[in-house]
């Protein structure tokens, strides 16, 4: 029987506070750059409350899909259930340190502890143009071994002049990119247990995720 006692609970998901509309007429505005709205609304039968939601896909922590590439690419509800969950690598970049105020390429040099059917999660303290970058070659790499997905926190998925070869290598060979992680760096051991569902909706480009690691105590 798995013991969660045996693990902590690390949520790598950023907490979203969209707008709402409640239905006194009262808006309470929310924190997100990209359109986020809830209208609050009574259902009738049961006079219990319920939200319309106006948003999109990338909004939050949020896994994007091979469907975000093309349309022949599998959707949220296409993907196999297990390429979301599984043994992850958690790969700290802080010894990446920007030069001249530009992140460096995370090349594959810097991922020689990555194993096959990872999930890989990196992080970096790092903000703006400052934060490291996945160079093609590096996604390229990751894909051959394969791995089942990517992660990143203030990491960013492309190169300055990459034209998106980073998602190609990855969305491509049906490896999901992880987009928005917080807390990456509270995490203290190397290997966890990751954890973030996609919604279960057919044709969906990317969906809105709770992820978590499950790091051993001992």
Do not use: C
């Not at 359109?35 to 039968?45: D, S």
């Not at 093309?70 to 700290?92: D, H, R, W, Y």
């Not at 096959?116 to 999660?121: C, G, M, N, S």
């Not at 143009?129 to 996945?134: A, G, K, L, R, T």
């Amino acid at each position: 029987m798995f013991d969660l006692e045996k693990y902590r609970i690390i949520d790598l998901s950023s907490e979203i506070r969209p707008g709402i509309l409640k239905v006194n007429g009262e808006y309470l505005h929310g924190n997100q750059n990209r359109r986020f709205e809830l209208r609050q609304f009574v259902y009738a039968p049961d006079k219990m409350l319920m939200h319309w939601v106006e948003t999109e896909t990338h909004i939050g922590t949020h896994v994007e899909l091979p469907a975000h590439l093309t349309q022949q690419g599998k959707s949220s509800a296409e993907m196999p259930l297990e390429s979301f969950f599984g043994e992850a690598i958690v790969l700290n970049f802080t010894h990446l340190k920007p030069e001249n105020s530009m992140g460096l390429p995370i090349l594959p040099s810097h991922l020689g502890k990555v194993r096959k059917k990872d999930i890989v999660l990196m992080w970096s303290p790092y903000i703006g143009d400052e934060q490291p970058h996945i160079s093609p070659a590096a996604a390229k790499y990751l894909a051959q071994k394969p791995i089942k997905m990517v992660g990143v926190q203030n990491i960013k998925v492309e190169a300055p002049s990459s034209s998106f070869a980073t998602h190609e290598n990855l969305l491509k060979n049906e490896i999901s990119l992880i987009e928005g992680l917080v807390n990456l760096d509270k995490v203290k051991k190397e290997r966890v247990f990751y954890i973030g569902l996609p919604l279960n909706v057919v044709g969906l480009d990317s969906s809105w995720i709770r992820a978590m690691a499950l790091e051993p105590k001992d």
